[in-house]
């Protein structure tokens, strides 16, 4: 069974910074891409991208948090990592972590979540 798990969130005043971690564990063979989703209070309905990367190392931002965030990878570790930076208190939110991992078949699996929550 594969797990990813979160840390890293928090309360930070705007304008401050964040690093969440994503590490993943279990029988894995390889990971291609990895990613951050986003959840905001009250929009229960649908995650939002922050930002994604495939094993080779290029990434995809959500136009929402482009230049403010930056997302790398530890492929020895099975780990990624989100720094995000200029936080504003519209990125509150659940960030979700998920992988497409191939573990005898090729599935995604995806983190419980953690709590970022930006102050004004």
């Known amino acids: 069974q594969v797990q990813l798990v979160e840390s890293g969130g928090g309360l930070v005043q705007a304008g401050g910074s964040l690093r969440l971690s994503c590490a993943a564990s279990?029988?894995?063979?390889?990971?291609?891409?990895m990613g951050w989703y986003r959840q905001a209070p009250g929009n229960q309905r649908e995650r939002e991208l922050v930002?994604?990367?495939?094993?080779?190392?290029?990434?995809n931002y959500g136009d929402s948090v482009r230049g403010r965030v930056t997302i790398s990878r530890d492929n020895t570790k099975n780990t990624v990592y989100l720094q995000m930076n200029s936080l504003k208190p519209e990125d509150t939110a659940v960030y979700y972590c998920?992988?497409?991992?191939?573990?005898?078949?090729?599935?995604?699996?995806w983190g419980q979540g953690t709590q970022v929550t930006v102050s004004s």
């Open positions: 279990g029988t894995i063979f390889s990971i291609d891409s």
């Open positions: 998920h992988g497409w991992v191939v573990d005898g078949y090729r599935r995604i699996y």
């Open positions: 930002a994604t990367i495939t094993s080779s190392g290029n990434t």
